[in-house]
Every structure is written in structure tokens, then in C-alpha cells.
């Protein structure tokens, strides 16, 4: 029985990945998530051709309108069409996740790689590490856009930040097991140096964890996007983003709660699909890796 | 010692396992287990002897009721405990039959027992279950169960957790809970597997002393004939899912009719030292003068301590020979062969390659010398990396050392042809092979750079017996053909005899006794080596030949 | 036991320093005048000079990094830049409501995330199992902000059970303190649920596949004590560990509750500190929260060897 098990794990990334697609092997739900996500990500890619108004387009005598046919989901506090804010606010979230997850992700398999292999750098870097773990979050972040002002850049850094301690954790212990692997010793002992042990034995073992992570990333960047706007500590209220937007609605609450609960909906459909698809990549890359890492 | 001779026909049938056929469950029924028959009297020991994926464990696990729900599931077929259809119970019914009528003990000692419960606790959730007694009356039955299986200590181990202690003792323990209700059957799936030979043949002769005193049907799964010739009164072989040979232990050993039998016994190797083949050159390739590895732990608050993982190792091992090096787990052997590949830096001695010593060669300066020293590891199933194709594996060394992809590629197809691969194996994933295969590609790379010396730790040890043959004679072959040396590590004095010209023997980090394998393995000077040998399972016997051995 | 004790508090002095230098460097290392930062776009010469004499921010880094952690170190963690208030007073004032309403978080999370979890492990593959993991998912997906205006939404606007908004202290006694405290409680459990319980469920089904399990069931032991006797205690280093990291997770949810429901508590002071770039408030809430995490991780680590006896110190 374990013979089998292992021989699924050992298998190249690539058929693993492709017995995702097949629904008879995962059930349903990564299949629809895919297809939501597909869904919202289409919505923001188009949405100037598929918005009804101009996003920025203010209208005094058309404020907190309730849902009509000429606004689809009503008019925010300035009169501006909700629905066509909430599509275009949609790209600026999506980017801002995919950045965050590609600068955490390289910046700790980086580091991970060296803290893994090199027992004197090890020490150090994870002390760092823990520090960086002990900070809340949202308060590095916010603390890093209130300094750096609310450029897309900065907003990006203070999410990426905080993420990285966590990949370096996961891609050390991936490299940790993977060196005591015999196949590992049977290539010292072929001769073969250590960027090449690194590079060519080591790093491809992270991928399917990085994979996972990585959508796991893009899910809480988005999160977390939302959450440094709505505190006022995100990226600058012209432009709309689901944050934005939704932070606008707080002091409409009580006439119009939909400001916020439309984008807060799509907000969720969207993050909800990438986990879903990270759970599923998770179950599919990797059996044992079941633990979600926290 | 020979072979169990009993007559238990006067006893009555305790179980009957009848036409039983496991299927995997789900749309796709895949046959597990084709019909198996068996029956076993009281006091009988059956041995259910197979390699693996033969339903050996699939059998046990049906008779307990325990078929893990949604892989297994009986299709049909009948298991009878004194006359009762345990596959026509409920749930709860079975449960209650657990341990009253039927145990089971296992592989892994070391993994078996709830690592957060006292192990007296655990002995005593037996009664609890089962029974109605009183707390006093309770420990006294544990305690007393616990006397029986010869624990030393019986009230400091009572409050111990299973990490204080060691395997044997565990399995012990383990034998203590299945007993302690004096159930009709016990089933034993390779209980001494993962034990050393010595705790192992306690262990046998431990359940063999409470079959006796309790007169209980014993259900005994191996894949060692050894271990088979000690303990059974009737085998049954399996392979496939099917029975195909039964009958009483001497007529199985003496006249196997099934050619698969006779396969599997041939297989299974002598342990009459093979004669030290001439020493022609007398140069020594490889040699180790006082070598050790000591281990220190212990931080900068903490007490320090150091661990002597070996020392004092010797040797001078010639061209076109074999040195084994024997002992049990903790004797120090991987650490000599870790050192020797210089995979750790040892902290006593030398290492002498071709007359340089390479003890404290740094990486760089290790480099050219690392062509010459070659390994293979015990695990086939993790020695080759899994995402690489085997052209990428078996051409990694030679391109380290500047050889020509198309040089490197046809050299890897010559090999491939030696191990008895075939040549669109380049192009596959190691998934894509056996754990024989996959040992194969794995001497095969090795050998990719023509070494001088080549340490094998444990490379048959994980291997089914007719496997570890195939791979044996392919060593042998090799060795032949091109005159290298091996470092051959092992557990089993079985392999060690058949292969080695000279033997080591390793205890807790020390070398007892050397020298040619023919004087060592059959007149040891050493306690510790007859002790060993003493040990081995079955070595009254000599299989290939189906007689019993003369000393 | 002891000496290990005092080795793993040591252990926490090289992270706790690396924080301070962390909180101490993100002001200084950021592009452009420090004192122009968080005077804002509008400050006077003289708002400049006032700040830069607070901070010390003429001086050679490494003597502003001394005084400033001498003066941590005695308590002292400067003035607001704003009202002028000892930091450590504005902070002392705010700390009650944020306890209180972390501690009822976990005690809800805690009683409904680890049953949640085991019986999904028991059912695993189960509608059961099913509906705790889409739930728990959904938990990982909802922002905070949002399962609190649904919260407040529902329970005060439409159907008026509870007061919008606001606190009051456990000394006003028992019912007003939970009438208020709930939504906002349930609103910081809702991610935290998802966490314990999709942890629990993990452990619990590692556990339930090792050989002591098989052999708990060879005994004849039935499912329930199986579950609770056999599987959770080993299952509980896991699950307290996530409780632990979660706490992070806790406290930025604190900053997102507190806002919505109008709590004064240390989340609050953290959005308005921010807002008015009150940059020595946001400096000791983020070493003290850091203080704090750092402590219960620590207490967790120790309590270990109560649920494993072969962790030994």
C-alpha cells in the first residue's frame, strides 16, 4: 500500500498537475471554482468594454440610487455606477495578488535555499525569520503604507513582507528533508557541486509546494488589499479597488449596504475560487502535504 | 533445533478461513485476494510466507474485521472462529470479539503503541473493555501477563511510555495485550521484521513458549523462510492474491511441488560462508587505518556529551573483493560507510584510497577522488532522483567529470544491457519501475564511472528474496568483469556469507571480529558473532538443497 | 526542566531585539526626511523642528537606536505626537475591551473548532466533513470587514437584537458586556473557526491512520473513546500550535472589529495612530503586540510536554 502512495508522489510535476483537470479525480468543486475564477477574471479584463458607465463618471443627482436598470447594482456615495466601479476595481486587486505572490515566493525560495543548505547562514536568517513571524501582519503593513504613502508599489511591499517568513519556513524544511534523501548523497558522491545539488536536485522539490503556496498568496494579498483600504491605509482613493470601494460604503451603511456587500460578494467569489484551486493543487501535487501552512 | 514436528490432529479446528475473495472497493474491482482456504487447530502455528503484495496482510486484516472500509471489501467467502461466521457479525458483535477470542500484533513495535498512554494503561484498557474486574484485580492480571512475556521490572515498566522503551520490550508489550484475554487465535504479521536478530529470536520463541501454556492458534505472516522453519507446524505460500502450495512444514521444505516454491527457496541464500577467493594482487585499493566518527552534541547551557558512533575500524581490501561489514542496528556500520564515501568527515584515522589518505580532503579536493567511490543505497525507492529521466541519473557523474553527452548516453545503453534493462529505459521515470529495477539502475550508475571501490549500504535489504538474488549475482557479475572492490553492509549474515571473501563484525560502534568469512561465520571467536549466528533464523536448515544442514 | 525553561525564554531575546530593529528601521530607512513624513504634506518648519527633536533624529543612527531602547527598556516609550500623552498611558487605557474581546474569541473558536474538526475527521469523505471544509474554506475567503457588516447588518439594523455598536467592561456586568461583545466576538472567530478546525481535522486524520489506532481497534476499543482518548491527545501539539500562530491572524482582525463596531480598544488606536502618523504609538503597539505573540508562542511551546510525554525537558 505504500508503494502505491509514494509512486503518486513521486511522479513529475506535470502529470500530477494533470490529473487536477480530471474532475473524476477531485469532484466538483475545483472545477467550478475554476470556472468562477475564470468568470471574475474575464469580468475585470474587460470590464471597460462590458461597464456600463464610466467608472469615474460622477453624477450629484444620482447618489446611493438602489439597483435600476440604468445602474445594475445601484450608484455609490458620488453617484458613480457601481457595478462598472466593482469590474474595473477588480484588475488592481487581481495584480495587486499576483505581484505580492511572485516577489514573496522568489524572494523566499531565495532565501529559504541558502537557509536550508548552509547550516551557519540557517541560524541567522531564522531568527529573522521569528521576528518577522512576530509582527502582526496588518500592523507592518499598514505601518509600511502610512510611511511610504499609497503608491501600488508600496501597498505591494507592505503584503509581500509579511508572506516571505512563511515561504522561507516552507521551502527550508522542503530542502532540509530533501538533502538527507539518498538520492541526494548518491549525487555528492557522482562528483556534483553544490549550486548544482541546490539548483538542480533541491529546487525542484519546492515546486509543488510553491505552487500551492503561491495561490494561497494571491488569495490573502487580496485579502488583505481589501483590508489596508477599507482602514484607509491602502492605495489611494481615486483609484477603485474592491477596498476602495467597500471603505467608501462604510459611511453609507445603513442607506445603501450594498456599496459593500456587491464588491465584498465578488471579493469572496474570487478568493474563494483560488483557494479552492490551491486545495485542489495541494491534494493533487502532494498527499502528504496536507496541513495548511499557517 | 529442528523442524516442528507435531501431531495436532486430535485438536480441534479453531479457524476455517474459507474461498475468501477481497476486492478493492469502488467501481473498478481489482481482485486482492482469489479464494483463500485455510484452516489452523489449537495450539497450530500456520506461517503465511509470500513477498510482498502477495495478500499475506490483506488475509490478517479480513480475519480481524479490520479492512481498511473504503480501499477493501470481502466479496465472499466464510471466516470461522470455533464454528462461527465472524463475517456475518455486526460491527459491534466483532468489536467485542477482539481480543477475547482473536489478537493480532504487529510489524512495527516501535510505532503500535499509543506513544501518550502509560503501557500499563494500555495493557489494562483490555480488561477494561472486556471485562468487569476490579482496579486491584486489573494490575494484578497485568502485572502477572507482563511477568509472562519475561519484561524485566515489571512495576517501573508498568508506568513507562512506550518511548522508554526498547523494541523488543514494546513488542513485549504488545504481546502482553493481544494474550492477556487468552483469545483462541492470535494473529502475528511479521512481528520481528523490524527487530534485530537476536531480539527477534526471543520474540519466536517467546510466542512459541505462550502457544504452548495457552494452547492458542497461532495465524504467523513472514516473508524469511528462516523464520519459517523455526516456528511452523503447516505453511501456506502465497503469491498473487491465490495459496498456492500448503501442507505440513518438512514436506514443504523437503519436496516442494509448486515451481514457485522451489523458486522462492532456491532464492534464499546459504549460510555457508563462501571459500575467500585468491587475493592475486595483494595491493589494497582501499584501506582504513583506526578510523572513527565520534559525535559531539550538547549546547552552550547544556551538558555536553559525545557519541563514539565507531572506531578502531581496520582493513585492506584488494581488487576483485568483497568485505562485508556485519552487525545490528546502532552497531556503528552506516557510520563507517557514511565515513568511507566521506559523505561526514570522520574525526579518528584515515582512509587510504590508492595509498592517499582522503579522511579530511575538502569538497574541491575531494572531487577527483570521488569517481573511484561509488554507492548504493538501501532504499530503491528514493535513491534515484524522481523527477529526473534515468538517461539524466545514470549520465550526472560522467558529465561531472567531462565526458561528452553522446559518450556519456552510450555508455549509460551498454550498462542498462548488463543490468538486464531495456534500452527505452533512458527515457522513462523511476516511477515507471520495480524496486528490483530500480536497484538495478541504481548499480548501474555507479558503475557509470568505472570506480575503483564500491560501498554498498544495505543494497539487497529492502528487497523481496528472489529479487535480492537477481541482484546479488548481478553484483557478483559486475565485480567479475571489472575487478572492483565492494563494501557490502549488512544486517544479514545470509547475504554476507554468500558474498564477502572477508567479514567485520560491528557492536555498539566497535569491530568484535574480522577476517576471511569462511573462519568468521563458521567458527567465530567473538561471543557477540556466535551470538549472531545463533540468532539466525533457520540455520538448521539449508533451503536450496531442502535437508537439513551438517555442521 | 528548569534549565530548559530559562534556555527557551533566552531564546526569545535575538527575536525580540531583531523586532525592535525591524520597528526601529522602518521609519529610518524609508526614502525621504523622516520628520517631513509624519509631520505630512502641510507642516511647518517649527512642527518639523519639534518632531525631529522628540525622536532624536539628528543624532548618528546607532545612538537613536540606544536611547530609544534604554528608554523601552525603563518603561518608557516616548509621547504622542499628537496629544502629547505618555504612549504607555494611551496605550494602558485601550488594552481592557481588546483582552476581553480576544479572550471570548478564542474561548468560542476553541469550543467550536475542535469539535467541528474531529467529527469531520471521524466522518471523513462525509457530507459532515463536507460542510466543515466548505465552511472552513469560506472562513479563509470572507474578508473580516465583510462577515462583520453581514454580522451587524443582520442582528441590529434588520431585526434590532443587539445595540449596533459600542463596549462596555465586564465590571458593568455579565449581559450588557456579551450584548455588545458578541457580534464583534463572532465576527473574529469566524476566521479563526476556520483555522483550529481545518488543523484539528488534518491532525486528527494523521493521527487516525497510525499503527496505535489499528492497534486501539484490534483491542476492541469502540469509535467514540478511539476519537477522544486515543486520537486527540496526540493530536493536541498540532492544534495548539495553531492556536498560538493564529494569534496573529487575532490581532489584525482586533484592528478591523474595533473600527466597524466602534470598540475603544487597541485596534482603534492602531487605525487613528496610523491615519495621524502618531509614529512612536504605532512603534510600541507593533513591539508589544509582537511582546505579546512572542509570550503565548512561548507558553504554548512549554505546555507541549503536557500533552506528549516524549517531549522532555
Known sequence: MTNIDRSAADKPLALRLLSMVSPAQTGLAPFIAAIMLLAVILLTIFSPQIATHDPLAMDPLMRLKPPSEAHLLGTDGYGRDLFSRMILGGRISLLIGICAAVVALGLGVLIGLVAGYFRLADAIIMRAMDALMAMPSILIAIGLVALNGPSIGSVIMAITIPEVPRVVRLVRSVVLTAREEPYVEAAMALGSSTPKILFQHLLPNTMAPMIVQGTYIIASAILTEALLSFLGAGISTEIPTWGNIMAEGRQYFRINPGIILWPGLLLTICVLSINLIGDAARDALDPRMKKRQA | ?551 | ?313
Not at chain 2, 525507492?381 to 559518450?407: C, H, K, Q, V
Open chain 2, 1 to 551: 533445533m529442528e523442524l516442528r514436528a507435531r501431531d495436532l490432529s486430535h485438536e480441534p479446528v479453531i479457524v476455517q478461513i474459507e474461498d475468501l475473495v477481497v476486492e478493492t472497493a469502488g467501481k473498478t474491482r481489482f481482485p486482492v485476494l482469489k479464494g483463500v482456504s485455510l484452516n489452523i487447530r489449537r495450539g497450530e502455528t500456520v506461517c503465511l510466507v509470500g513477498e510482498s503484495g502477495s495478500g499475506k496482510s490483506v488475509t490478517s486484516l479480513a480475519t480481524m474485521g479490520l479492512l481498511p472500509k473504503d480501499a477493501l471489501v470481502v466479496r465472499s467467502g466464510t471466516i470461522r472462529l470455533k464454528g462461527e461466521n465472524l463475517l456475518a457479525l455486526s460491527p459491534s458483535a466483532m468489536k467485542d470479539r477482539r481480543a477475547r477470542d482473536l489478537a493480532m500484533i504487529f510489524q512495527e513495535p516501535m510505532t503500535a503503541l499509543n506513544p501518550v498512554m502509560k503501557v500499563g494503561a494500555q495493557i489494562t484498557e483490555v480488561l477494561d473493555l472486556h471485562s468487569r474486574m476490579g482496579t486491584a484485580e486489573k494490575r494484578a492480571r497485568v502485572i502477572d501477563i507482563m511477568e509472562q512475556v519475561h519484561l524485566p521490572d515489571v512495576q517501573r515498566i508498568y508506568d513507562s511510555y512506550p518511548h522508554q522503551l526498547s523494541g523488543g520490550q514494546r513488542q513485549r508489550i504488545m504481546i502482553a495485550m493481544a494474550l492477556i484475554l487468552e483469545p483462541a487465535l492470535l494473529i502475528a504479521d511479521e512481528p520481528t521484521t523490524a527487530l534485530d536478530v537476536t531480539t527477534q529470536k526471543q520474540i519466536l520463541s517467546l510466542i512459541a513458549e505462550l502457544q504452548e501454556k495457552h494452547g492458542t492458534a497461532v495465524l504467523f505472516i513472514t516473508h524469511d523462510m528462516g523464520v519459517v522453519a523455526e516456528i511452523a507446524d503447516r505453511v501456506c505460500v502465497m503469491r498473487h492474491g491465490e495459496i498456492l502450495e500448503s501442507g505440513p512444514i518438512r514436506e514443504v521444505l523437503e519436496q516442494p511441488k509448486h515451481v514457485y516454491t522451489r523458486a522462492l527457496l532456491g532464492s534464499v541464500p546459504s549460510l555457508v560462508p563462501r571459500e575467500a577467493r585468491d587475493d592475486a594482487s595483494g595491493a589494497s585499493v582501499i584501506a582504513a587505518r583506526n578510523l572513527g566518527k565520534t559525535y559531539h552534541t550538547g549546547s552552550f547551557l547544556g551538558k555536553k556529551s559525545q557519541v563514539r558512533a565507531s572506531f578502531g575500524v581496520n582493513f585492506d581490501l584488494s581488487p576483485g573483493r568483497t568485505l562485508g561489514i556485519v552487525g545490528e542496528s546502532g552497531s556503528g556500520k552506516t557510520t563507517v560507510a557514511r565515513s568511507i564515501m566521506r559523505l561526514i568527515e570522520p574525526t579518528e584515522g584515515q582512509i587510504l584510497l590508492d595509498g592517499d589518505d582522503i579522511a579530511h580532503l575538502s569538497p574541491s579536493a575531494m572531487k577527483p577522488k570521488r569517481k573511484k567511490l561509488q554507492v548504493v543505497f538501501q532504499d530503491p525507492f528514493r535513491s534515484l532522483n524522481p523527477r529526473w529521466t534515468i538517461a539524466r541519473s545514470m549520465t550526472e557523474g560522467p558529465l561531472n567529470y567531462g565526458m561528452s553527452r553522446a559518450d556519456a548516453l552510450a555508455e549509460a545503453k551498454r550498462l542498462l544491457k548488463i543490468v538486464s534493462l531495456p534500452e527505452d529505459a533512458l527515457g522513462r521515470y523511476p516511477h515507471q519501475f520495480s524496486g528490483g529495477q530500480r536497484q538495478r539502475i541504481a548499480i548501474a550508475r555507479a558503475v557509470m564511472l568505472k570506480p575503483d571501490v564500491l560501498v554498498a549500504d544495505e543494497a539487497v535489504s529492502a528487497l523481496d528474496v528472489s529479487v535480492q538474488a537477481q541482484v546479488l549475482d548481478l553484483l557478483a557479475e559486475l565485480q567479475r568483469q571489472t575487478g572492483i572492490a565492494i563494501i557490502f553492509i549488512t544486517h544479514d549474515l545470509r547475504v554476507a556469507a554468500q558474498i564477502c571473501d572477508e567479514v567485520l563484525v560491528m557492536k555498539r560502534g566497535e569491530v568484535v571480529e574480522q577476517g576471511p568469512a569462511s573462519r568468521v561465520l563458521h567458527q567465530p571467536q567473538h561471543d557477540y558473532t556466535r551470538a549472531l549466528i545463533d540468532a539466525a533464523p533457520g540455520r538448521f536448515w539449508d533451503f536450496a538443497a531442502g535437508k537439513p544442514l551438517v555442521a
Open chain 3, 1 to 313: 526542566m528548569l534549565s530548559y525553561i530559562f534556555k527557551r525564554v533566552l531564546s526569545v531575546v535575538p527575536v525580540l531585539f531583531l523586532v525592535s530593529v525591524f520597528v526601529f528601521l522602518m521609519l529610518r530607512l524609508t526614502p525621504g526626511d523622516p520628520a517631513a513624513i509624519l509631520a505630512g504634506d502641510n507642516a511647518t518648519p517649527e512642527t518639523l523642528q519639534r518632531i525631529r527633536d522628540a525622536m532624536g533624529l539628528n543624532e548618528p543612527l546607532l545612538t537613536q537606536y540606544v536611547k530609544w531602547i534604554a528608554g523601552i527598556l525603563r518603561g518608557d516609550f516616548g509621547t504622542s505626537l499628537i496629544s502629547g500623552v505618555e504612549v504607555l498611558d494611551l496605550v494602558a487605557k485601550r488594552v481592557g475591551p481588546s483582552i476581553s474581546l480576544a479572550v471570548l474569541t478564542i474561548i468560542i473558536a476553541v469550543l467550536v473548532a475542535i469539535p467541528m474538526g474531529v467529527i469531520a475527521a471521524w466522518k471523513h469523505r462525509s457530507w459532515v466533513d463536507y460542510l466543515v471544509m466548505s465552511f472552513s474554506v469560506l472562513g479563509f475567503s470572507v474578508p473580516v470587514f465583510l462577515v462583520g457588516y453581514v454580522l451587524l447588518l443582520v442582528f441590529s439594523v434588520k431585526l434590532g437584537w443587539l445595540p449596533p455598536q459600542g463596549f462596555k467592561p465586564l465590571s458593568a456586568g455579565i449581559a450588557p458586556f456579551l450584548e455588545r461583545a458578541i457580534l464583534p466576538a463572532l465576527t473574529l472567530a469566524s476566521i479563526y473557526i476556520a483555522l483550529i478546525a481545518r488543523m484539528t481535522r488534518a491532525a486528527m486524520l494523521d493521527v487516525l491512520n497510525e499503527d496505535y489506532i489499528r492497534t486501539a481497534r484490534a483491542k476492541g476499543v469502540g469509535e467514540r473513546r478511539i476519537l477522544f482518548v486515543h486520537a486527540l491527545k496526540n493530536a493536541a501539539v498540532p492544534i495548539a500550535t495553531i492556536v498560538g500562530a493564529g494569534f496573529a491572524l487575532l490581532i489584525s482582525g482586533v484592528v478591523v472589529t474595533e473600527t466597524i463596531f466602534n470598540i475603544p480598544g487597541i485596534g482603534r488606536l492602531t487605525v487613528d495612530a496610523v491615519l495621524a502618523r502618531d509614529y512612536p504609538v504605532i512603534q510600541a503597539l507593533i513591539l508589544l503586540t509582537a511582546s505579546v505573540y512572542v509570550a503565548i508562542n512561548l507558553l504554548i511551546d512549554l505546555s507541549y510536554s503536557l500533552f506528549d510525554p516524549r517531549i522532555r525537558y
